[in-house]
Each structure stands twice: as C-alpha cells, then as structure tokens.
C-alpha cells in the first residue's frame, strides 16, 4: 500500500472512530455534567455539531496519522533488519564491479516500498561510486541523501502539525465564544430586579463560562496527547533513518575498494 492511499485509509478510520466514541459517550454521558463538558451537549449548538466534537475528530485525524507515521517506522525497522542487502562479515570486501552492481540489482528486485530510506540509500551511494569511483564522493551523496531524507520525513508530519496547532486554536474560540456570549447575556437592569430574573440570569453566565472553560480544557488536553505521540513517532522514525545511513556507512561504502575507471 503507497503513501498517499495509506493515508487515506487512515483517514476514513479515524472519522469512523471517532463517530463511534462520539456517539458512545452521547449515549453514556449525554445531558450530564460530563457530556456537557467532553461533548458541549447541552450547548446552544445542534448537537452533534459542536466545537468540542469537532475538536474529538480532529483528535482522531491526528492519531490515525501518527499510526500511519509509527507504521512507516515499523516497516523500516523490519527493512533494515531483515533485508540483507549488504554484506555484514568483516572478512567481506567490495573490490569488483560485479560485486557492486549484484547489489544494486538486488535491491532493484526486491523493494517492498518505493519510498523505503534503506534502498534510496543503497541504489544513490552504489551508482555514484560506479560512476565517479571515489569513497569521499559515495560518502559526500550518502550525508545530501540523508539529509533529503530528513526533510522528506519532517514534510509528512506537517498535516499533524496542523492538527496540533488547530485544536488549542478551537478551544481558544470556544472561550472567546463562552465569554462574548456570557457578557452579551448579562443585562444589569435585569441583574439588579427580581430574585427569580437574578438566579436565570447567573443560570445563564455560568452555563456561557462553562461552555468556554470546558472547550480549553478538552483542548489542551486532545493536543498535549497529541504532543506526546508526535515527538515520540517522530525520534523513532529519525531513528530508523540515522540507523539506515550508518548500515550503509558501515556495510556498503568501508567495503569499497577504489578501482581505476
């Protein structure tokens, strides 16, 4: 399964999982104190679209990206371990041509992913050395390729941080939204009449307060798991990739033995 199409599939997860949970809490906490807070049950919107759900299935895009991220990471960790690409006994030199393009073919035959970082790597290095025979020029194209590598991999995590910087963002509203509408509510002539127009009244801020407190607190609570998750994913998959650079440092380009053109 490609890149692209994995993260689509990701993505219809994700909004069906998060229809799932959304719906399951409604049903357990709907109309209580928790509903209102988690799901802004009870506020003025039409349920189920709310500012707090939209927040939940923001939450859930970014958890089935950060699982398409981790699988990535996964699949390279088995790439690397289990691809046998290069040779690993000592006593092993490449000194031929044949022996270096053998490697080359091989890796051409059996790359599960296009965009593995481990046959990148191989296939960059092996074809300049064929090309130019010299080891600082193979190292010098390994260090571009990494570091292209490394740029490539921060580029998929840009989507994810989007989402993380969106959901403080909905919350934030949500509270500008809270309080705008508490003040708008308050009307002193009102405030200052009947005990019964009094007790409405404060009825009325502390649900507008409440409805702008709870979105901060789902907010910064969805985003500081997110947080987590990401810089987490993100050290492993850079992890993957510096262990990929030092298999060919260590395999491919130290086994070189310089031959005339």
Known sequence: MNYSKRNWVALGISCG???IVISFLTVLIGGKPAGDMLLGSTSSWVYPFTLHNLMHLFFFIGLGQLWVRWLSSYEENVFLEKSGFLPESENIVLDTDESIEAIRINVGNTIGRADAFLPDLITTCVNRYLKSRSVSDTI???NST???NLHRLDLRYSVIRYIVWAIPTFGFIGTVVGISSALGHLD????????ADKVVQFK???SDLGFAFATTIVALSLSAVLVFLLNI???GEEDVLNKSGRYVLT???NRLVPQKK
């Open 140 to 142: 010098a194209v390994l």
């Open 233 to 235: 994913v993100q050290s």
């Open 251 to 253: 395999n491919l380009i």
């Open 204 to 206: 009325t801020l502390t």
């Open 188 to 195: 002193i002539n009102a405030f200052m009449g009947a005990h």
């Open 146 to 148: 990494l570091d292209l």
């Open 17 to 19: 999982a998060a229809f």
